[in-house]
């Protein structure tokens, strides 16, 4: 299957479940995660339409830069200090911050290139040790954190669910939607809760359901990756 197919397929899937539960399908962004697959690949994506284009590791994002048609580049995969430097200049958006020491590191670099630039805040919400993202009662502590920068601004939350039957996946899901609501509801300096950044190719359909507004999808559109 072609990847303009396999794009339609997706695209139609988000604008159906959106209306099948009461949301604009308007208010889904899909970032098309490109990690592993080549830049021709990304280019072909880029012109049938894509806006937003999701990879786990910086060293990545520096490599593929500049063979890449002007496209949103997200980071969306764990990114330590010494790496910021890979993403400061090339990414709007890093959906993986989980440290003040990062937000800290994040806001010096933004500075030094004068250039603002948008995170959401990683929510380990299942407590399964193997995934990276904060525990939500540390979420306070970093959004009440972000009052202090100047450059880099807080938009929402992300979470990963970890693999499992729909229904587990579900509860995790819809525990992060209530964090999102109760905390947008506090009135934090700098944070707006706008992006809820939840579903990947196997559950981004039950992502939607509970409240998404930005689905990442790597291998429904790109096919199987190929990690060597
Ligand atoms: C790889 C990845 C995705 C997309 O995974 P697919 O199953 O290929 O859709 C989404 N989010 C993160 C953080 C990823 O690393």
Redesign the pocket.
Same mark, same amino acid.
């Given at each position: 299957m072609s990847i303009e197919t396999r794009l339609t397929e997706v695209k139609n899937k988000i604008s159906e479940t959106a209306k099948a539960c009461g949301r604009n399908p308007d208010d889904i962004k899909l970032i098309a995660?490109t990690?592993t697959y080549p830049t021709s690949a990304m280019n072909e994506a880029i012109r049938l339409g894509v806006t937003d284009v999701?990879e786990?590791k910086p060293q990545e994002v520096r490599d593929k830069f500049d063979d890449v048609l002007p496209v949103k580049w997200h980071l &969306?995969?764990h990114l330590q200090t010494n790496k910021v430097k890979y993403v400061i200049d090339r990414c709007c958006m890093i959906?993986?911050v989980d440290s003040i020491k990062l937000m800290q590191e994040i806001e010096r670099l933004a500075k030094a290139h004068n250039r603002h630039i948008d995170i959401l805040i990683q929510v380990n919400i299942s407590g399964e040790d193997t995934k990276s993202g904060i525990s939500p009662d540390e979420l306070d502590e970093l959004l009440s954190y972000a009052g202090q920068l100047e450059f880099t601004h807080v938009k929402g939350l992300m979470t &990963?669910a970890p693999k499992g039957d729909s229904e587990e996946v579900s509860v995790h899901f819809k525990n992060m939607k209530e964090l999102f609501d109760k905390t947008s509801e506090k009135d934090y300096k700098n944070v707006s809760m706008e992006e809820l950044s939840m579903g990947?190719?196997?559950d981004f359909q039950t992502a939607i359901k509970y409240g998404a507004t930005m689905v990442? &999808?790597?291998?429904?559109i790109f096919g199987p990756?190929n990690y060597n």
């Open positions: 995660v990690k999701g786990n &969306i995969g959906h993986s &990963i990947m190719s196997g990442r &999808i790597g291998s429904l990756r």
